[in-house]
């Protein structure tokens, strides 16, 4: 009985350490740019859960936002799912005004689009948005670095 009783402590020990360990795991969120239609570039950040981040884009002319958090099982979201914050600003006389802002949920290495229209666009896409900003998502593990 002593021996099961340690056994269970000894899994529920590392089940603990396990989710710690991802609690630590960052990710790299490999962005896609156009600002009315023209491509802005394709930007890399690595963000820590709970931990806002940003990076600039087209020589500072453009700042993506960006944080994650894991979606709780409660949320009904789909086994490995993150919520994205994004937030895309454009730099107008030195100070940053945002276009867009939004929180996005997306399965870990899957893509996340975020589009901002004019009008009655049914099919938004790159060429035909204001803002049109996909992330995709790859889990980093501690002590990985994100490919150069």
């Not at 350490?17 to 690595?46: H, K, S, Y």
């Not at 895309?88 to 802002?101: F, P, R, S, T």
Request: overall charge negative.
């Amino acid at each position: 009985m002593l021996a099961r009783l340690l056994t269970i402590v000894a899994c529920l020990v590392l089940a603990g350490a396990t989710q710690a360990g991802d609690d630590e795991a960052g990710f790299l969120i490999e962005f896609e740019l156009w600002i009315n239609g023209e491509a802005q570039g394709e930007p890399r950040l690595v963000v820590m859960p709970g931990q806002p981040a940003m990076v600039d884009v087209a020589g500072g002319a453009w700042r993506i936002e960006a944080e994650v958090e894991r979606a709780r099982a409660h949320e009904y979201a789909p086994g490995g799912s993150l919520w994205l914050h994004l937030a895309v600003h454009e730099q107008v006389e030195g100070e940053w005004e945002e276009l867009a802002d939004t929180m996005l949920g997306v399965p870990e290495g899957e893509t996340a689009t975020l589009t901002v229209v004019e009008g009655d666009v049914d099919d938004p896409a790159p060429d035909n948005s204001i803002v049109y900003l996909r992330a995709t998502t790859s889990r980093l593990q501690p002590g990985d670095m994100p490919p150069g």
